[in-house]
């Protein structure tokens, strides 16, 4: 309860007796001495200003408000003493302002006392409509408002700064200047942990914030110069611990290790509180401390404690997810076995060192070497030995105590070295032919496995930027070159690319590098989406169309279409056909869904199959799923796989092929009559139907024996139930002879090419017919 205030007007000072005794002064002064119970519900007290002796009346509510007594006051600054300097200059511009008697206005500033600490208030005026002097107004206190509008700004500021952050400081720094001028903090810093030269952890100041006005640069010094241990000082106990912490005097506090520096630049309290995450192992993870300090004492009425856990967990989690980024970037160029750089990393490395070094007019060398004998000793104690022999020999290499070396595994038992010249005065071959022996040397060093000695070589070609290619491509072509000159003559050796090598070397040669571009070109097709699928229409006889085989097809950047019987040998070859097969069924079931809704209702799609994926036993399951999210039936897809493939693996194959009809799935033998398969074999299959490979189409309907075969093949079909389908048909004589047997499948040019979906519609669309010739 604040003091009322006497009402004779020899209790008031000399100069304002005269005022006093003006009788509507007198009865304000006897108004404002008594709580108002309307001001009290309503939470607002009153005030009154005579200009022209800067003279102040607050009610009681009022004067509660800005700490200070009921009654008169001498002027602005003793009636307004708590109020925060900054916000005092325009409190003094509204009220003396002389319109402020005849319209609203109002303005919103702070004050602080050590019971209440930081508080907003809002000063109202209210239009005059008499003649008096005074200027009066309301007083309310919007602080719990500003409080929350605080805590959603920042929040809200917090949060965007954080969402898909590339980096963490530049947000983090960001939000210490949002938590500082929106909660009134003078300086904040995250502190994050870092590891010595001794392999001790240090938390170090990493970034901070403070308003530029402020002289705190001798705290911010001596806060970056410091390194503290875990547990030690305050920072230190709140990593450790997990928990937040007060600072209420930041001078006399002993666990406070900048007590001076804090003390000269007028600091007074804090907040320190952990930035932290719990892994998915369930284990606690605390990449940082924040700490926030102020001029002021804090602890009654800050608003951090609050946001606090919010602030701290939006960190921890960018902090989290950047470090799982980082961790997948690493994973993704690194080669699991070895821990080498992978195939892809080490050609983005050797790219680069090629632009550097055109740059710069600087030389390196590329080594290119081939494990010797490596195949017999997975086929003598299986692929664990052979894995023993790659880590051990990466491990090694790693090893060589030689500086500016980058060693990568390219695949199998394929590594390159890419070596830059270490400055010194040895010239560049003599460098290389040390480093060169020293890796023949650890080849050539016994491995253990299960007790055995195994014992390895190693084959290895160099060529040297620029002498030898300008781009890696070339480089790789021209060590791989050498490398195989040595292959051929003996083995455990070194050979350097030269114009002299055997035409027929480098031409084979050649191809592989090519081979391997092209592979590498295939894994960014696929991350590019650049392969894209055409439809060719499978005709019935009486002109419907019956299915349509999906062909892949790949465009390039430069819009050339790569041929798939060039791409999918490579890609058979590195096991990207797995990825490639499952997008095609993926995208196949799609497309085809779309083709029932326009109409081509009963219509299949055939696609084929690389014998690696009708090894798996969870292809059937695989691709129930898919037609499932499709929306389509699994007699819709049918599955092309080739004679060759069938009889390469039939244990594996024919259980997978029986599952996938037992669930409804087409099966087509491709190519058949090529001579793989026997007849024998062939009742016994369970497919659907089968194509006759388009080499018997060709000849028809000349030659005789072509004729025959076709003709065997038909009633074959007819005979075991099966649908044959005549691909490869390419002209109309080919045509008039093949509809003569009536219930043959017709695809092939002279009906229709390859479409892509959109066209198949237009054109298709209605109808689904297209005539055939000699109906027209």
Not at 94 to 120: C, D, H, K, P, V
Not at 566 to 595: K, M, N, T, Y
């Amino acid at each position: 309860m604040h003091e009322s205030i006497s009402l004779t007007p020899a209790s008031f000072l000399p100069e304002y007796v005269e005022l006093c005794t003006s009788p509507e002064l007198y009865a304000l002064l006897a108004q404002a001495a008594v709580p108002d119970a309307v001001e009290q519900a309503a939470a607002f007290g009153r005030w009154w200003f005579h200009p022209d002796s800067d003279g102040l009346v607050f009610s009681v509510m009022a004067a509660g408000m800005l700490g200070v007594t009921a009654g008169w006051h001498a002027g602005l600054d003793q009636g307004f003493a708590k109020v925060l300097a900054d916000d005092m200059l325009q409190i003094n511009a509204m009220l003396r302002n002389a319109t402020a008697r005849r319209s609203q206005m109002e303005y919103e500033f702070r004050i602080f006392n050590e019971g209440t600490g930081l508080r907003w208030l809002r000063l109202r005026s209210v239009p005059q409509a008499s003649a008096s002097a005074l200027c009066e107004g309301i007083l309310t206190d919007i602080t719990a408002a500003r409080h929350a509008a605080m805590r959603e700004r920042l929040g809200f500021e917090s949060t965007r700064l954080f969402v898909g952050a590339d980096s963490i400081g530049e947000a983090v720094t960001r939000v210490i200047q949002l938590v500082c001028e929106n909660l009134g903090w003078d300086w904040g810093a995250y502190w994050t942990v870092a590891t010595d030269a001794s392999g001790e952890r240090q938390l170090r100041l990493q970034d901070y914030w403070h308003a530029q006005q402020e002289t705190l640069q001798l705290f911010t010094q001596e806060s970056q110069a410091m390194q503290v241990r875990p547990g030690t000082g305050l920072v230190g106990q709140v990593w450790q611990q997990g928990e937040p912490r007060w600072v209420e005097s930041m001078s006399s506090d002993e666990e406070f290790l900048r007590n001076k520096s804090a003390m000269q630049c007028q600091l007074r309290s804090g907040y320190i509180f952990p930035v932290a995450y719990i892994t998915d192992e369930g284990e606690r993870h605390c990449p940082g401390v924040l700490e926030f300090y102020s001029r002021l004492t804090r602890q009654s009425e800050a608003q951090l404690p609050s946001l606090s856990a919010t602030i701290g967990a939006l960190i921890a989690q960018t902090a989290q997810r950047l470090e799982q980024q980082e961790t997948i970037r690493l994973l993704a160029q690194i080669d699991g076995l070895t821990e080498l750089a992978n195939r892809s990393h080490f050609y983005q490395i050797l790219d680069s060192a090629c632009k550097k070094s055109a740059a710069s007019g600087t030389e390196f060398g590329l080594i290119f070497i081939d494990l010797d004998r490596f195949k017999p000793v997975n086929d003598a104690f299986g692929h664990e030995a052979g894995n023993v022999v790659l880590r051990g020999f990466s491990q090694r290499v790693q090893a060589l105590p030689i500086p500016g070396k980058l060693v990568g595994r390219l695949g199998g038992d394929e590594f390159a070295i890419l070596y830059q010249p270490d400055g010194s005065a040895t010239p560049f071959n003599e460098q290389l032919d040390s480093l060169v022996r020293q890796v023949l040397h650890a080849a050539q060093l016994p491995f253990m496995f299960n007790g055995h000695e195994i014992t390895v070589s190693a084959s290895i070609g160099i060529s040297i930027y620029p002498d030898n290619g300008l781009t890696g491509p070339e480089l790789l072509r021209g060590a791989d070159t050498a490398m195989y000159r040595i292959k051929k003559n003996g083995r455990n050796d070194v050979s350097y690319f030269s114009s002299s090598t055997s035409y027929t070397l480098a031409v084979q040669q050649s191809d592989l590098a090519q081979r391997l571009t092209m592979q590498t070109e295939l894994h960014q097709a696929i991350a590019e989406q650049a392969l894209f699928l055409e439809y060719q229409p499978i005709f019935a006889a009486n002109g419907q169309i019956h299915a349509l085989e999906a062909l892949i097809r790949w465009r390039r950047a430069n819009g050339d279409i790569v041929r798939p019987d060039i791409f999918i040998p490579i890609a058979e070859e590195s096991r990207l056909i797995i990825q490639i097969g499952s997008w095609v069924v993926h995208r196949a079931c799609h497309d085809l869904a779309r083709l029932h809704r326009c109409g081509f209702e009963n219509v299949k799609v055939h696609v084929n199959m690389a014998a690696s994926e009708f090894t798996s036993s969870a292809l059937p399951d695989e691709l129930r799923a898919v037609v499932e999210r499709s929306g389509i039936k699994p007699h819709h897809l049918c599955l092309e796989l080739t004679e060759s493939m069938l009889m390469h693996q039939p244990d594996h194959v024919i259980p997978i092929m029986s599952t996938l009809r037992r669930l409804g799935f087409g099966i087509s033998l491709d190519d058949f009559g090529m001579g793989y398969s026997s007849l024998a074999h062939l009742k016994n299959l369970p497919i659907s139907s089968m194509k006759i490979d388009r080499s018997f189409i060709k000849g028809l309907p000349q030659q005789s024996e072509d004729r025959a075969i076709v003709r065997t093949i038909i009633e074959l079909g007819r005979n075991l139930r099966l649908n044959v389908i005549a691909e490869g048909v390419e002209t109309d004589t080919q045509l008039a002879f093949l509809r003569q047997f009536g219930d043959t499948l017709i695809q092939g040019f002279v009906l229709s090419r390859p479409q892509p979906v959109e066209e198949l519609i237009r054109v298709y669309g209605k109808g689904l017919e297209l005539p055939l010739v000699g109906d027209v």
